[in-house]
T-cell receptor, first 114, second 118 residues
Framework: KQEVTQIPAALSVPEGENLVLNCSFT??????LQWFRQDPGKGLTSLLL?????REQTSGRLNASLDKSSGRSTLYIAASQPGDSATYLC?????????????FGGGTRLMVKP | GAVVSQHPSRVICKSGTSVKIECRSL??????MFWYRQFPKQSLMLMAT?????????EQGVEKDKFLINHASLTLSTLTVTSAHPEDSSFYIC??????????????FGSGTQLSVL
């Protein structure tokens, strides 16, 4: 059974810091891995999706890496801003079709202080 | 991007009553919708997968008679929590498989429903 762990569970940093969120999974047989942002009352927003054949994806200040063999992914946030405060979830997809084989981590609650 | 609307955002009800949560895909046809549950400080857990026009597939440990899922159209799925009890209090969130190229890769999520059963 796939298990996804995110470390740390909570993180508080001053504005401007670069930070790294970690995600690990137990079964390396995945199709892709996705990082989401969860804001209260606004559901989930997909940030980055990395296919199993890829090693990283970048979008603006975000960079996600994937090491499938070791079962790890990191989300790097550069020059953090107060607006980045949210819960960040990683989810691995062990099925070809999105959704029914998605396993979420417990999330990292990020607080960026002005 | 694709939009999924979920209502209500918050509901408080008495124990024993039933609560219906709606999930609509506003600008695409969602042949498949998923329902998740999230307890405080825990991961989202998939409850069931619903395909338009057919019965939902429930994950192990989820009571199908308690959590009724209807997906009668390509844009609407509903989750009804029947005879709700305090232990059903949780955050429920739906998602729909998006349309367009490589749609199988992406899910779009509703804004969630916080259910509190007194």
């Amino acid at each position: 059974k796939q298990e996804v762990t995110q470390i740390p569970a909570a993180l508080s940093v001053p504005e401007g810091e670069n930070l790294v969120l970690n995600c690990s999974f137990t079964d390396s047989a995945i199709y892709n891995l996705q990082w989401f942002r969860q804001d209260p009352g606004k559901g989930l927003t997909s940030l980055l999706l990395i296919q199993s054949s890829q090693r990283e994806q970048t979008s603006g200040r975000l960079n996600a890496s994937l090491d499938k063999s070791s079962g790890r992914s990191t989300l790097y946030i550069a020059a953090s801003q107060p607006g980045d405060s949210a819960t960040y979830l990683c989810a691995v997809n062990t099925g070809k079709d999105a959704g029914n084989m998605l396993t979420f981590g417990g999330g990292t609650r990020l607080m960026v202080k002005p | 991007g694709a939009v999924v609307s979920q209502h209500p955002s918050r509901v408080i009800c008495k124990s024993g009553t039933s609560v219906k949560i709606e999930c609509r895909s506003l600008d695409f046809q969602a042949t498949t919708m998923f329902w998740y549950r999230q307890f405080p400080k825990q991961s989202l857990m998939l409850m069931a997968t619903s395909n338009e026009g057919s019965k939902a597939t429930y994950e192990q440990g989820v009571e199908k008679d308690k959590f009724l899922i209807n997906h009668a159209s390509l844009t609407l799925s509903t989750l009804t929590v029947t005879s709700a009890h305090p232990e059903d209090s949780s955050f429920y969130i739906c998602s729909a498989r998006g349309g367009g190229p490589r749609s199988y890769e992406k899910l779009f999520f509703g804004s969630g429903t916080q259910l509190s059963v007194l």
